[in-house]
C-alpha cells in the first residue's frame, strides 16, 4: 500500500481546502513544482494532484503547472479536476501522467465510459467517489460530490462499479468529503464505510486509493491492517503538510500490509 | 545525439524529461532519416503491441530501427518498446514484431490484477552495463498486460515476479530492452537512463 502524497492546486498554489470548501482554503506554498520534488525527496513513489479550480470551473484551469511539475519529477502522478472530456483526458496522457481522474463527467452520465475513444485508455483511467457518509442514502446510493464539490448527485454505487468493470476501468479513488482536510481522524462510521466499499470490491478487478481525514499514524496503521490487497494506497494532504508525521514513517507502516 | 522515437505510443515526454533532466541532450525522432542519424536510440512506447508495428511498418521506422540496430549503436527499449523487439505477441496474432530478438510475447494469466501496475522487485540474474549501482531487489514502477519470453534464457539480466517470474531486464550486445518505466521510477530509475546515456 502507497502513501501518496496530494498536491491540490488553486491559483498556481498549493493549497488545502476544508471538507472541500473554498472558503476554509489554507495555502501551504506558491511553489508546486518545488512541493513536487520535495515530497520525491522524502521518498514518494506516487503524487496525487488536483487542479481546485478546474474541478470548480470545468476544465483543466492548471494544466501548464502541472506540465512543469511532470518536467521535474521521475515518479507516477495521478490527476484530478475539471477533466470532463476525451481531449483533456489525452492532453493529460500525453504530458506523462500515469492516471488520470474522471469525477463529474463520469458520476454524472456513467455512459462518458462507453466513449469508443476511453477503450484504448481505460487502464489510465480512475473514477473518484467523494462520498459525504453522513448524506448517505442507503447502502448503494452515495452521494457524490461533483463541479469541486459544489454541486452533488445520488449514483448506484454497483452501476459504477458495473460500468467500470465492463469497460476495464481498474481504480476507484475514494474520497471521504466530510473528512477529507480536516484532520479529524477515521471513526468507525469512516470504517464502516470503507469495509462496505472493499466488499463490493471484492470480486471486481477494481483497485482502491483512500483520502481524507487521515491526522495520524495510527489512521494508517488501521487501514493497513485490513491487509486487503484491493487498497493501492492512501493519498494524504494536511497531516503531512502540516508535520503530523513525515512520509517515511506513514510510508513504513503502510508497508505492513 | 540520443534519439527518441515518436510513433505515438505515449510516454515519450516523461522518457525525454527524464534525460533532460539529467543533462543529457535528446531528440525526437519521427522519420527513418532522422532516426538514422542519432548515436542512441530509444524505442518508449506503451499499449497495443499490432497497432504500434502498424505505425512502426507504415512509417517505415521498422526498416531503420532494425538497421540502426545492426550498426551495433546502444538501443533501448521500454515496455512496448521491449516487447517489440521479439517476434510475436499472442495479442495481435498475424502481426510479426522487429524480430531482433528471438522469442514471444504473453499475456499474463491467472488470478491476479491485469495490467500489472505498481512498484516490484527486480532479481537481478546476470550483471549488465546498464545495471551499474543499482541495488541488488530494487524496485521500479511497471505498468504492463504483457511480457516477454526471450528463446534465449541468457539474454535475462532480471526477473520479477508477478504470478509468475517474468524477464524484466534484457540485453543482448548493443540492444537492451526494461519491461518498467526508469522514467518513473525515482533515483534508481534515472540512474539506469544515465548508465545507457554514459555508454
Redesign the interface.
Known amino acids: 500500500m ?1 502513501v501518496i502524497p496530494a498536491i491540490d492546486i488553486s491559483g498556481g498554489k498549493v493549497v488545502r481546502l476544508t471538507a472541500g470548501s473554498f472558503r476554509k482554503i489554507k495555502e501551504y506554498s506558491s511553489n508546486p513544482i518545488y512541493v513536487a520534488k520535495f515530497w ?1 525527496q522524502q ?1 514518494a ?1 506516487y503524487l496525487h494532484i488536483v487542479d481546485l479550480d478546474g474541478a470548480a470551473i470545468g476544465k483543466p484551469i492548471n494544466l501548464e503547472v502541472i506540465k512543469e511539475i ?3 519529477i ?3 502522478v495521478e490527476v484530478g479536476g475539471g477533466i470532463r472530456t476525451i481531449s483533456d483526458i489525452n492532453s493529460y ?4 501522467v ?1 492516471r488520470v481522474i474522471l469525477g463529474t463527467s463520469v458520476v454524472k452520465d456513467l455512459s462518458f465510459l462507453d466513449k469508443e475513444q476511453i477503450k ?1 485508455i481505460a ?1 489510465k483511467l480512475s473514477v473518484s467517489w467523494d462520498v459525504r457518509i453522513d448524506g448517505k442514502k442507503s447502502e448503494d446510493i452515495a452521494v457524490i460530490g461533483t463541479e469541486g464539490w459544489l454541486k452533488e448527485v445520488s449514483v448506484s454505487t454497483l452501476a459504477l462499479l458495473e460500468k467500470m468493470t465492463s469497460v476495464r476501468v ?1 481504480y476507484l479513488n475514494y474520497t471521504n468529503r466530510s473528512k477529507d482536510g480536516t484532520l479529524l481522524g477515521l471513526t468507525d462510521e469512516d470504517f464502516n464505510y470503507l469495509n462496505l466499499l472493499l466488499d463490493l470490491l471484492r470480486d471486481k ?1 477494481i ?1 482502491l486509493i483512500y483520502g481524507g481525514g487521515v491526522s495520524g499514524l495510527e489512521d494508517i496503521s488501521k487501514i493497513a491492517k485490513l491487509k486487503n490487497k484491493k487498497i ?1 494506497g492512501i493519498v494524504i494532504g494536511k497531516a503531512l503538510y502540516e508535520n503530523k508525521f513525515s512520509l517515511s514513517e506513514a510510508q513504513k507502516i503502510a508497508d505492513v500490509s | 545525439m540520443i534519439g527518441i522515437v515518436d510513433y505515438g505510443m ?5 522518457v525525454k ?2 534525460f ?2 539529467l543533462g543529457f541532450k535528446v531528440r525526437i525522432v519521427e522519420s527513418p532519416n532522422q532516426l538514422l542519424k542519432m548515436s542512441k536510440l530509444v524505442l518508449p512506447g506503451v ?2 503491441f499490432g497497432q504500434a508495428m502498424e505505425i512502426l511498418d507504415r512509417r517505415q521506422l521498422s526498416q531503420a530501427i532494425k538497421e540502426f540496430i545492426k550498426s551495433q549503436r546502444p538501443f533501448l527499449g521500454i515496455c512496448l518498446g521491449l516487447q517489440l523487439l521479439f517476434e510475436k505477441s499472442s495479442e495481435s496474432v498475424g502481426r510479426n514484431g522487429l524480430k531482433v530478438l528471438k522469442g514471444s510475447v504473453k499475456k499474463f494469466k491467472g488470478k491476479i ?3 500489472h ?3 516490484n522487485r527486480i532479481i537481478l540474474k546476470k550483471e549488465n552495463k546498464l545495471l551499474r549501482s543499482i541495488p541488488k531487489d530494487s ?1 521500479f ?1 511497471f ?1 504492463h ?1 504483457y511480457y516477454v519470453e526471450p528463446e534465449d534464457d541468457d539474454i535475462i539480466c532480471c526477473l520479477t515476479d508477478y504470478g509468475v517470474n517474468f524477464a524484466s531486464v534484457v540485453a543482448s550486445k548493443n540492444i537492451f530492452g526494461i519491461q518498467f ?1 526508469p ?5 534508481v ?2 540512474k539506469i537512463l544515465e548508465n545507457f546515456a554514459k555508454l
Request: charged share 15%.
Open positions: 502507497l520525491c521518498g513513489k511532470l518536467k521535474a521521475s515518479i507516477p496522457l500525453e504530458m506523462g500515469d484504448p487502464d481498474g478487478p483497485h493501492f | 505515449g510516454n515519450l515526454y516523461s524529461n527524464a533532460l533532466s499499449g497495443a490484477k491485469i495490467p501496475i505498481g512498484w524496485f514502477y505498468c498486460s518505466h522514467e518513473k521510477s525515482q533515483s530509475g534515472l
